[in-house]
């Protein structure tokens, strides 16, 4: 059955606004938040806890069983800073969210992240880490990278990808 709703995931270093950003979009489409760190936690599919990601070790295998007759309907915002585990065939767009580095400190400053674990994230998304693994495995014309510093992003990013839904939705239904 082919998907009516699309997929679509929101990855990113910790701290670029992955959560906020998929809040603001289940207000406005009828998308629904799939956080991997939510699902890793509540159907047990990690293998504990990894302090320096503050995440979960995921156990992707089981991730992917668990989410698959979910997502292979269509209509979730996948949030997690991992994207390469998520089969191609599920996804219809890949956000990457980009932060720059004096607003990414203080963000996971007021988290109150060690400064290792900060440095990481930080060195992290200066080497786009996170980019280039959306490249790597996903079509170039399905990985959008957007800015994430101020709320004026935050909103112009969240009306993007609501025209986004709606049109990849009308071209599907049509
Ligand atoms: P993530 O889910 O990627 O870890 P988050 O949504 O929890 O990030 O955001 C971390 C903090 O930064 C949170 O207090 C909201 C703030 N924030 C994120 N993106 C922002 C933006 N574009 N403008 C202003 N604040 C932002």
Redesign the pocket.
Known sequence: MPRTKPNIIIT?T????????CESLTGTTDLKHLAINRVAKERECHAGWDDALNSWVVDEDKILDAIENEVRQGGYLI?WHACDLFPESWIDLVIV?RSNSTTLYD?LK?RNYPEQKLQENMDAEIMEVLLDEAREAFQAELVVELQ????E??EGNASRIETWVGQWTHERCH
């Open positions: 990113g910790p701290g670029v606004g992955k959560t906020t950003l949030d969210l963000r007021a994430s510093n101020t709320s992003d935050m």
